[in-house]
């Protein structure tokens, strides 16, 4: 069982930024695509930035630019760095882990709300 806790989550006025941190208990991390996702109020939850376990990164082409994830397997947690935020990006951001190997796992985090706003 594998537990993601994210933190860093709040208020930010436009062009502002704010970094995101999701923690994750076990030891399938390193082995593991991390993903942030995120989900506005009245809409599906869409990709936002993902790292596979050789650190290659993909971008949703709204946060290109803007956003950066990052990993440290020696801490089992995974960063998004979000700058000049838009009112936009108000969404709840989730992390995920997901592992493909012998077996499938994919676990979530509980969310943190992000609001952008002046």
């Known amino acids: 069982q594998v537990q993601l806790v994210e933190s860093g989550g709040g208020l930010v006025q436009p062009g502002g930024s704010l970094r995101l941190s999701c923690v994750a208990s076990?030891?399938?991390?390193?082995?593991?695509?991390m993903g942030w996702y995120r989900q506005a109020p009245g809409k599906r939850r869409e990709l936002v930035a993902r790292?596979?376990?050789?650190?290659?990164?993909n971008y949703a082409d709204s946060v290109t630019g803007r956003f950066t994830i990052s990993r440290d397997n020696a801490k089992n947690t995974v960063y998004l760095q979000m700058n000049t935020l838009k009112p936009e990006d108000t969404a709840v951001y989730y992390c995920?882990?997901?592992?493909?190997?012998?077996?499938?796992?994919?676990?979530w985090g509980q969310g943190t709300q992000v609001t952008v706003s002046s």
């Open positions: 995920n882990l997901y592992y493909s190997g012998t077996s499938v796992y994919d676990y």
């Open positions: 076990g030891s399938l991390f390193r082995f593991s695509t």
């Open positions: 790292i596979t376990t050789r650190s290659t990164t």
